[in-house]
């Protein structure tokens, strides 16, 4: 026997037309790339998605094919985030930090038709026009008045083609498993790898990142995404918000901790990015003795959060940090650490301490630990905290097979192997200890660099810090730490040592401590091991054969 209860598709637009009729006067304030702060609704984000979504049909973009997005978060953003899947076509997010070579192998290998991409970025797509034969067009997101010089063919302004339609069409009615979005893995290891995300899939991401354990979402809210939307899916904030009819400020731009506490100002009570932003903002709210009154909790991922960052927002300033993990694979949320009753019922010490996890799955995403044999074939892990292994993820919020790809990327169990290292603990919290082709392998014993950084970094005159293994004659490898120091600051290298023994065994300390006046990122903001082994090399350290730069 069948249920009688109605089919009605997940679709994305869903999601827009519900914070449209029942959050419809919600703000969502803007800093523009012009320069103004702009202020809308869900409604009016809706409404011009419509139109966009029509001016799509007309240039003739038909459902399933891919529209690339470089753009930072503004309410424009916001429009073509809901416009192109609203065309039943399939939005690619495009980081612009990313290399030109890597560009334009994305570009190309999601089969994008038409570029959308701020005013301010049009330089990028100009360096990379020649080598995109298969784009018809480009749209850049402003108004005539600021519609810079360019010299790309076939160049359209943003708002001349969606002021031109009336938006009165309906959406293009997808099958729910439909494409609705495209966001490519940084490609630090090989060739970048197309995670495709479905209306679906999206839409019950949303509905579990809203969850009372994870965001907590409501539309008492007022959320600040500073991750870029271009970042593995804008860790879903753009569907998250108008689902839970929460106001949004959207940065623009300008990620400078200056301006952003500039945009907190506008009763922000939730904002999410990764650790070095948070970093950053710390220090200037120190060095200006600012507070944070509106601010309530911030959501920390992407990479480990340092226990400083924890303790200074929950001490200094009463905003609760939710340390989360995930991945472009992900959708992207994995885990989130909120606390279960055994964890509130703990002193306040102890729930830092496991702050410093990355916390518990929610329904929809299910792990495992599985040890590495080389081969994928390991037993699975007890969930003891204890045993590391590869974590291992499922669910409908999980990737199943890279675009373009011929073959499925998880096993005969679904699991999809995150090449992360983890612990879990009989809780279910997860400690992330490295990602696997980063752990320091010495005398066949593992060393986390990740706990490493994160020692070091509680001397006040760490700015930045990474652990990274160098080859050793007779250890395979060796840990050395390399440090940005703070401003006019020279730590000495036994003074950082001191701090990291409480936290390691005597031979798993570093060798050497190495100063450099800065760390490689990549473009997602994260440390850069891969370029930091390069600048070692360059330094003159043997690096281990298989992860030589
Ligand atoms: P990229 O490879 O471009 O950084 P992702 O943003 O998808 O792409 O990165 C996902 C990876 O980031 C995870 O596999 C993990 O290694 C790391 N990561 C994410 N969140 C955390 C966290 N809270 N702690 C430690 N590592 C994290």
Not at 325 to 351: D, H, N, Q, V
């Amino acid at each position: 026997m069948l249920g009688l209860m109605q089919d009605w598709p997940l679709r994305v637009s869903s999601i827009i037309d519900h914070a449209a009729k029942y959050h419809a006067g919600r703000a969502v304030i803007s800093r523009s790339i012009e320069g103004p702060v702009t202020r809308t609704t869900w409604e009016g984000i809706r409404t011009r998605a419509l139109m966009l979504a029509q001016a799509l049909a007309r240039l003739g973009v038909r459902p399933g094919e891919v529209v690339g997005c470089m753009a930072w978060n503004t309410s424009r953003h916001m429009e073509v985030w809901y416009g192109v899947p609203g065309a039943g076509a399939v939005l690619h997010s495009l980081n612009p930090r990313l290399g030109r070579e890597q560009l334009v192998y994305i570009i190309n290998h999601a089969g994008d038709r038409w570029l959308f991409c701020d005013r301010d970025l049009v330089a990028i797509l100009e360096g990379l026009a020649a080598d995109l034969p298969q784009v018809k067009g480009y749209v850049v997101m402003t108004d005539r008045a600021h519609m810079p010089e360019t010299g790309l063919a076939n160049v359209l302004c943003y708002e001349e083609i969606v002021g031109s339609e009336a938006g009165e069409a309906p959406w293009v009615a997808v099958d729910e498993r439909a494409a609705c979005g495209i966001c490519y893995t940084s490609g630090t290891t090989g060739e970048p790898k197309g995670a495709v995300y479905s209306h679906r899939s999206n839409v019950l991401h949303a509905m579990v990142m809203i969850q009372p354990d994870m965001l907590d979402l409501s539309c008492t809210d007022v959320l600040m995404p500073v991750v870029p939307m271009f970042h593995a899916n804008g860790w879903s904030t753009a569907f998250s918000a108008p689902m839970a009819g929460t106001a949004m400020v959207l940065p623009g731009r300008r990620l400078d901790p200056a301006s952003l506490y500039a945009m907190l100002g506008h009763g922000v009570t939730i904002t999410a990015a990764v650790p070095t932003i948070w970093l950053m903002l710390l220090t200037h709210l120190r060095d200006n003795g600012l507070t944070l009154p509106d601010l309530n909790r911030v959501v920390i991922g992407g990479s480990s959060c340092p226990r400083a960052v924890i303790e200074s927002f929950q001490n200094d300033y009463g905003v609760r940090v939710l340390h989360a993990w995930g991945m472009t694979e992900t959708s992207p949320l994995g885990t989130l650490c909120s606390f279960k009753p055994e964890i509130a019922a703990l002193p306040a010490e102890e729930r830092l301490e496991v702050q410093l996890k990355v916390g518990h799955p929610p329904f929809t995403v299910d792990l495992a630990i599985r040890a590495e044999d080389g081969d994928g074939g390991g037993e699975m892990l007890p969930w003891d905290g204890e045993a590391q292994g590869r974590l291992l993820v499922r669910g409908p919020g999980v990737v199943r097979r890279y675009l373009g790809q011929e073959a499925d990327c998880i096993d005969s169990e679904q699991w999809f192997d995150t090449g992360d290292a983890a612990t879990i603990d009989p809780l279910g919290y997860v400690r992330i200890t490295d990602r696997f082709k980063d752990v320091i392998k010495s005398g066949g014993e593992w060393i986390s660099s990740i706990e490493m950084e994160n020692a070091a970094l509680a001397h006040p005159d760490v700015a930045e810090a990474a652990a990274v293994g160098v080859a050793h004659p007779k250890w395979g490898e060796r840990p050395v730490l390399v440090v940005v120091a703070r401003e006019g600051k020279q730590p000495p290298a036994d003074e950082i040592v001191d701090l990291l023994r409480p936290h390691f065994a005597k031979w798993q300390l570093p060798d050497d401590v190495i100063y450099v006046d800065e760390i490689p990122h990549t473009a997602t903001g994260k440390i850069s091991k891969l370029k930091l082994r390069q600048v070692l090399d360059e330094m003159g350290y043997r690096l281990p054969d298989q992860r030589g730069a």
